[in-house]
């Protein structure tokens, strides 16, 4: 049915349908709505995809996204440069910064290791850790938090990375997010995984 | 928490959320995305985007979505002029192209009639259709099939139509799209109303 659909048409519906969760359904739709929009709008959208590419880079430190050589938390000299949390991806620096429980820096690694898909230490910026935790800064690194994803990668990533530091820096605390019941959770409903992970790390109250 | 975000990573999100059923957090991911793919990726989806919105207009016969003056289906001599579909918008002719069942032309409303959402039937394409189906051509409009949808606007707008088409060209006829059960359905699950119609519509076999 190609023909129906004229070729500039069906060229946005293949690009829109390229972006993860979105079916040829959901692009068709998507590309019905760009269609009916104000050329502004259409365009500012179109501006903003191109803008982003070209300015936005990878932090020169962290690996975080950053508008400069720096991310602005690398760039804010009140944030506790001693304190080091592990990341997989920039989009999970937003949760923790929400939570306003974390005042130090973050590594982004850029992914967490799967042999099945082919990524490998090497693939993620775990070198570019283990030299910047290692180096002689002041305040030097106390604390390396790993909070990669409570998921088979994210543990296998968090195990590889605390023994390489255990190994070549022994003096600096290496430490994983709590895994527990999620506040709000009903017991009845928890899966026997997270609940033994709660029992296992309960704490004296 | 905007200040975590890049003003142009922020503008992105803002431009995403803004499309039809795309959420803060979707609109967070496919930014996400589109700062993970190639440069080349992303471009090609900011050009669909403008490309679509500089060469594709509607058809000055159907309205129908067309990369120049008249759409594929208007240009298309075999086509049985003698025949028209009503549709709601441009993305319902696609389906009935699909079916393979239908080989005359289209007309586009560019909508239904929605009183609540303040949509008159002079927002529609209502006027261009009677005089489209008055105009003294060859082949004559024979038939107008209202295929707008079988929902509440979509009812009125084809009463509303089929009224007006009446009174003015008595001599053509007007048809709705069979109602009735989906093909494949289940008897045990079909709303009353569709099972209903399905009924008042039986026909001999």
């Given at each position: 049915m190609s023909e129906v659909y004229a070729p500039p048409v069906q060229r946005l519906i293949t690009e829109l349908g390229?972006?993860?969760?979105?079916g040829n359904r959901t692009a068709q739709r998507l590309a019905f709505h760009i269609l009916r929009v104000s050329d502004e709008d259409a365009g500012a959208l179109a501006e903003a995809i191109r803008e982003v590419k070209q300015r936005i880079g990878l932090c020169?430190?962290?690996?975080?996204?950053?508008?400069?050589?720096?991310?602005r938390i690398c760039q804010?000299?009140?944030?506790?440069?001693g304190l080091i949390c592990v990341v997989e991806?920039?989009?999970?620096v937003i949760p923790i910064e929400r939570t306003h429980e974390f005042r130090g820096r973050y590594h982004v690694l850029g992914g967490a290791m799967s042999p099945i898909d082919g990524i490998d230490p090497e693939d993620l910026k775990i070198a570019e850790l283990l030299t910047r935790v290692g180096e002689d800064v002041d305040p030097p690194v106390r604390e390396v938090v790993l909070a990669t994803n409570p998921t088979t990668t994210g543990e296998a990533t968090a195990l590889y990375i605390a023994d390489a530091l255990r190994e070549r820096t022994p003096e600096i605390a290496v430490t994983r997010l709590a895994s527990g019941l999620p506040v709000g959770a009903d017991l009845e409903y928890a899966d026997e995984v997270t609940l033994g992970k709660a029992l296992v790390g309960r704490r004296a109250v």
């Open positions: 390229k972006l993860p969760g979105i020169e430190v962290c690996f975080n996204l950053a508008d400069g050589p720096r991310c804010d000299e009140r944030r506790d440069a991806e920039p989009g999970d």
